[in-house]
């Protein structure tokens, strides 16, 4: 058909287009193209915006418990009671307590196997670890936790096993090892696509040189790669971190309710007391919280590969 | 360079315990899907696809099942444009406060899935949109948009300024330039952002367990209420879904893109 026609539907279509395009957006704003590129985006990310600013304002009003509304007048009584209250100390401590555990026993694991992914010769090998990797995470923290219970719980595999040999059924489930352990393999394949870049990055030559001098593995690894891999354990540690403190299906689906985090601390003022006030005063505490744990991260060690920055030609 | 033994042993050793933890429940929800039992045991009390037939008739486990696919859809709809456009603006111009606008942009990552979510239900809910399919698309595009703009702007490499100048210098105008040079360059960022903002919605859980109520819960939240009560096979059949999704996500990446696009260094 095209060859037939002089001028091609497309190109009609194009003019047409570009017609439009020129009588609302003329060339001589093309100074401010980039910003009206942004302006979607900034318009998405500005609900969370507004979600924040919407959340300030119902933590500063305490709810009547005789009409269950929300008082008119500002108070800090929520921000009052969230931080003397013990009941929202204790979950607070459980869930640093676990992020702290998680972050450290995930990039434990996570090094290796970004390690071996990255360096290895086979790549069909380097495509088996990529897809162990990648399985999990598109599948979704709750059939994975589902998965955990059909293996971990009362009447779980696990349970069944042991009774074929005679050893009475265990509690596997709704305890605080239970959620560190699922945590740890919810969080692996995110730690270990922020360090792979990193370690790419590392000169397979420095470790060669390394070895060359005379430094078996061991010291190659401590003096050249574990340094150099630093950017990449920050990057790693606070989305690990962060992520883990603020996590909601796993403490509620392998805690059983026993063992709740922030979150659904946070959850249960919503949905179980309907205290709108005092939930949206522990939300924005965790919002600051989180922020707080990143900064200190930050601060402490610097914005590793988090670090915002474009290449310029 | 040979690598010595006791590096190779050590390595496998933690790669090995990686790779049964991360697996172990993709395979056991596999496997429970298949049983013949009425609860699920160990061994299995032999093999069947009743639970399959069994869902397949389950009428609000497939309204469920459309309804998150409504969802996913909306969510890419929605990214594809806006995270597009911004990662090429942040990767191709040099804009004031670019610094800011960066921070800005990863609000979603930032700020925990708690607080965007409640954040979110309390706005839906005042602009009484809440209880309809649509807000959450675009609630879940908001969480997961730096994935797209990051996907775009890491695929920025093949964009060359130069090649943008000459088709305008052959006459083409500003949109042709875009739609036919800026764009195609960009592509696998485009489709990696794309899938995987899809694939992330389809799973999205806490999100959607807040911003919808019990007439328009998506599957992953059916899921969780029902895990509450006895565990049985049906449940299992039904996650063998979202295995099968990862899995068609997985080589469709592999296929348009390479899985090995997430190593490459910055």
Request: hydrophobic share 55%; net charge positive; glycine share 8%.
């Amino acid at each position: 058909m095209t060859s037939r026609t002089a001028y091609p539907l497309t190109w009609r279509i194009m003019d047409v287009l570009e017609g439009v395009a020129a009588a609302i957006w003329p060339r001589s704003m093309a100074r401010a193209t980039p910003y009206l590129m942004l302006a979607p985006a900034i318009l998405l990310v500005g609900l969370l915006v507004l979600g924040l600013l919407q959340m300030a304002d119902s933590s500063l009003r305490t709810l009547d418990t005789n009409t269950f509304l929300l008082s008119e007048n500002y108070s800090l009584a929520n921000y009052r009671r969230a931080v003397t209250e013990p009941l929202f100390a204790v979950v607070a401590w459980r869930s640093l307590l676990a992020a702290v555990i998680v972050t450290a026993v995930t990039l434990i694991f996570a090094f290796p196997y970004a390690y071996l992914m990255v360096r290895t010769r086979s790549s069909a090998l380097r495509k088996i670890l990529l897809i162990a990797l990648f399985l999990p995470f598109f599948i979704g923290q709750v059939v994975r936790a589902y998965g955990w219970l059909i293996i971990l719980g009362n009447q779980g595999m696990v349970n069944e096993a042991l009774g074929l040999v005679g050893i009475p059924p265990m509690r596997l489930i709704y305890n605080y090892p239970a959620v560190l352990f699922g945590l740890v393999q919810y969080m692996l394949p995110f730690a270990v696509l922020m360090l792979a870049p990193a370690l790419t990055a590392i000169p397979e030559e420095l470790e060669a040189a390394a070895g060359s001098l005379g430094a078996n593995w061991v010291r190659s690894f401590r003096h050249v790669v574990l340094p150099l891999c630093r950017p990449g354990f920050i990057g790693a540690g606070v989305v690990v971190m962060t992520l883990s403190l603020t996590d909601f299906a796993v403490p509620a689906i392998l805690g059983g309710g026993s063992q709740d985090f922030i979150a659904n601390a946070i959850y249960d003022q919503f949905f179980r007391t309907s205290d709108q006030g005092l939930g949206a005063t522990l939300a924005l505490m965790l919002v600051a919280l989180g922020s707080i744990v990143v900064g200190l991260v930050f601060s402490l060690f610097g914005a590793g590969t988090l670090a915002v920055s474009r290449k310029r030609k | 360079m040979r690598e010595p033994l006791s590096k190779k042993l050590v390595l496998w050793a933690f790669v090995l315990v990686a790779i049964v933890t991360l697996s172990a429940p993709t395979i056991v929800v596999l496997g429970a899907s298949f049983t013949a039992g009425n609860i699920i045991t160990f061994p299995p009390d032999g093999l069947s696809l009743k639970w399959y037939a069994a869902i397949s008739q389950a009428s609000d486990l497939r309204n469920a099942f459309l309804r998150t696919l409504w969802v996913a859809a909306v969510c890419t709809v929605v990214a594809i444009p806006a995270g597009t456009l911004a990662g090429i603006a942040l990767a191709k111009y040099a804009v004031r406060f670019e610094r800011t606008i960066q921070t800005y942009l990863l609000l979603p990552f930032t700020i925990p899935l708690i607080g965007s979510g409640i954040g979110l239900m309390l706005i839906f809910g005042q602009a009484g949109i809440l209880g309809q399919l649509w807000p959450v698309g675009v609630a879940v595009c908001v969480i997961n948009l730096p994935f797209m703009i990051w996907a775009v702007t890491a695929s920025a490499a093949g964009l060359d300024p130069d090649l943008e100048l000459a088709a305008a210098n052959c006459g083409a105008p500003p949109l042709q330039v875009f739609f036919f040079v800026t764009l195609p360059a960009v592509m696998p960022g485009v489709i990696t952002g794309s899938l995987l903002m899809f694939i992330l919605a389809l799973n999205e859980f806490l999100v959607s367990l807040l911003l919808t109520d019990a007439r328009i819960v998506t599957l992953p939240v059916q899921i969780y209420n029902s895990i509450r009560s006895i565990i049985t096979p049906d449940l299992a059949a039904i996650s063998v879904v979202f295995i099968a999704c990862s899995g068609l996500a997985i080589v469709l990446l592999d296929r348009l893109v390479g899985l090995e696009i997430f190593l490459k260094s910055k």
